[in-house]
């Protein structure tokens, strides 16, 4: 057993203080600090938390890469590579976002996947896949390669239905949406909206026959327009979970509050996008098979296409309570508990619950990080 004191912990509606988190690799318990004398003496490690929030481990449903490598290397280096920096960021599970690529690198970065989730996790646990492309439009192609898109195939996934969590996919790209109702009636994978030119009429009857989740929302998509509301129209009508890129780039600010009041705290997920330049300084980088540019922090393509973001997902939950007035337990939530409960794991992660996976985060009122734990085993300390 296990002990964090002198911490303020977050739970989903309060911030608990004078209490010691008991762990080991799922969570034992909560007592009061004033009673919890010589049970610490049997802890096999007491970490002082100094003041410090404890928070759950955070859950990005959305990256890339980071660090100077990418999901799509299709290398094991790459992945605990990813693994380990995303801790430092509080990330304690992610999972692992390919691009539209050509078929051959795509099933080589999902079969390293498939064989690195089998392993224990020096930094992040790899949840799964986040299959962003191939079946996407071109007009909003963002930062995929076009050449590379094509229309939806149940036999394109087939193998790696084990793996595969979500699937961004264009749904005015599925002829009377049968990749839709197929991967519903034969998978769990989650269907998302994204990079999609879709009138809103297109994207109703697409949430209807199963897409439950938006891809970045408001980025590579249809926007919002009084006479035409588009795929964004569609995901503010509906309650659908809706992705946010939280770095003040991608969306303007105002935005999220307005995002937050219309679908509700319960319905926003935080994610980052993150690509291979992420954690790094401005320079030149890469993003598909594409040469991008970092500067200032943020990622473009050379046409000038925003290229994914550096973001960190601790930073992204900051600029939420920042630009929104949300505290700290309904902020974390949406990067956290939301996640989970959209990947049917918030049985096992997501908050500090007794019986739920040890990961957690011990981070300051700037949410700058100090300890990652994972499934009770410490992965990042400053």
């Known amino acids: 057993m296990k002990a964090i004191i002198n911490g303020k912990i977050i739970t989903e509606k309060e911030v608990l203080d004078n ?35 404890v928070s759950p481990g955070f859950i990005d449903m959305h990256l890339h890469g980071s660090g100077g490598y990418d999901i799509m290397d299709g290398t094991k280096e790459s992945l605990a590579a990813i693994s380990s920096i995303v801790a430092k960021n509080g990330v304690t599970g992610v999972l692992a976002t390919t691009m539209t690529m050509n078929r051959d690198k795509i099933y080589t970065a999902l ?47 087939e193998k790696y239905v084990d793996i595969i969590k979500v699937i961004t ?71 659908i979970y809706c992705e946010l890129i939280a770095d003040k780039i991608h969306v303007h600010p105002a935005i999220f509050k307005i995002l937050a009041t219309i679908k509700g705290m319960d319905k926003v997920i935080l994610i980052t996008d993150s690509m291979r330049a992420g954690c790094l300084h401005d320079g030149i980088s890469e993003l598909g098979g594409q040469k991008v540019i970092i500067k200032n922090n943020i990622a473009r393509l050379e046409d000038g296409t925003l290229a994914g973001s550096t973001l960190k997902l601790n930073q992204a ?66």
């Open 111 to 157: 079969d390293n996947i498939k064989h690195f989730m089998g392993k224990e996790a020096q930094g992040a646990k790899i949840l799964g896949v986040h299959l962003e492309g191939p079946f996407i439009n071109k007009k909003y192609k963002g930062a995929q390669a076009d050449e590379f898109i094509t229309k939806p195939d149940f036999s394109f996934i």
């Open 169 to 239: 996919l264009a749904p005015e790209m599925d002829e009377n949406y049968k990749f839709i109702k197929e991967v519903k009636e034969k998978t769990k994978i989650i269907l998302s909206i994204g990079h999609s030119n879709a009138e809103y009429e297109q994207a109703v009857q697409a949430i209807e026959n199963g897409v439950s989740h938006a891809t970045h929302t408001f980025n590579a998509m249809t926007p919002l327009n009084h006479r035409n509301p588009g795929v964004v129209g569609a995901i503010l009508n509906s309650d």
């Open 317 to 382: 939950i900051k600029n939420f309570m920042d630009y929104t007035g949300n505290g700290i337990c309904q902020a974390v939530k949406l990067a956290s508990l939301n996640p989970a409960k959209e990947l049917g794991i918030e049985k096992d992660r997501g908050s500090l619950e007794v019986g739920k996976y040890s990961d957690i985060v011990i981070l300051d009122e700037e949410f700058n990080v100090f300890k990652t734990i994972v499934e009770g085993k410490t992965v990042y300390t400053y």
């Open 19 to 53: 209490r010691i988190l008991l762990y080991s690799d799922k969570i034992l318990g909560f007592i009061e600090s004033k009673t919890a004398g010589e049970l610490l003496q049997t802890c096999q490690e007491v970490i002082d938390a100094k003041g410090n929030y």
